[in-house]
């Protein structure tokens, strides 16, 4: 779209709350939609494009995260919102994912610093329309690219092949409130233990 007010007004009658975001993807349709100008943010192209690939790339269930684990659909795009573009004179130029200083993390420590945190038992067991009607919709998705750097990078890597896993899951439709517990092989409260070590070991 060529600004803002044009991605408004084209998508306003798919989703209501299209004015506060910045892209969004439709899984259904498969379409990506962003738009053109200073407004824009490159870390929405590669969170959109997360989501249009994930669903896209293999045959994924018609409605995912419809009933629960929404969060992590989420979180795994919010996470990619941190590639980076470097450059170094030994090296040239090179891209990082996941660095603690990018992207929506440092805002999961502020959330959490203020006392915000939906324990995992809970969060698991929201779906989409769940997540989306909440007030608290924005702190969620911090939440949600914190407990995915857990995922990724915590505990010396061992979650990595379990998220995996659970991704798989969720995008098959064969998920349930108990699926990340399952593959983890830990309870959503020891999860939230270790995801308060985590965030707060953070630089």
Known sequence: HRDRDDYVAA????????DETLG??????REAHFFAGQ???????????????FQESRTSAKRVGSIANFW?????????????????????L????????????????????????LPLAELVRLGKSDVQQRPDI???????????????DGESGR??????QYLEA?????????????????SCSQLDAQYRRFIQSLP
């Open 94 to 117: 090179y891209y990082t994912v996941g660095e603690v200083t990018a992207g929506r993390v440092p805002a999961a420590r502020e959330r959490l610093q203020d006392g915000y945190y």
């Open 39 to 53: 407004d824009q943010d490159a870390g929405t192209l590669y969170h959109e494009a997360v989501h249009q690939l």
């Open 170 to 186: 969720v995008y098959a439709g064969q998920d349930d409130a108990k699926s990340l517990e399952n593959v983890t092989g830990q």
């Open 11 to 18: 998508l306003k009658p798919r989703q209501p709350r299209i």
């Open 72 to 92: 992590i659909i989420e979180g795994v795009a919010t996470y990619f919102e941190t590639l980076t573009e470097h450059q170094s004179p030994e090296t040239g």
């Open 159 to 164: 979650y990595r092949e379990p998220l995996v």
């Open 138 to 152: 924005a702190k969620l998705y911090s939440q949600s690219a914190g407990l995915t750097a857990l995922l990724v």
């Open 24 to 29: 969004i993807y439709f899984d259904a349709q």
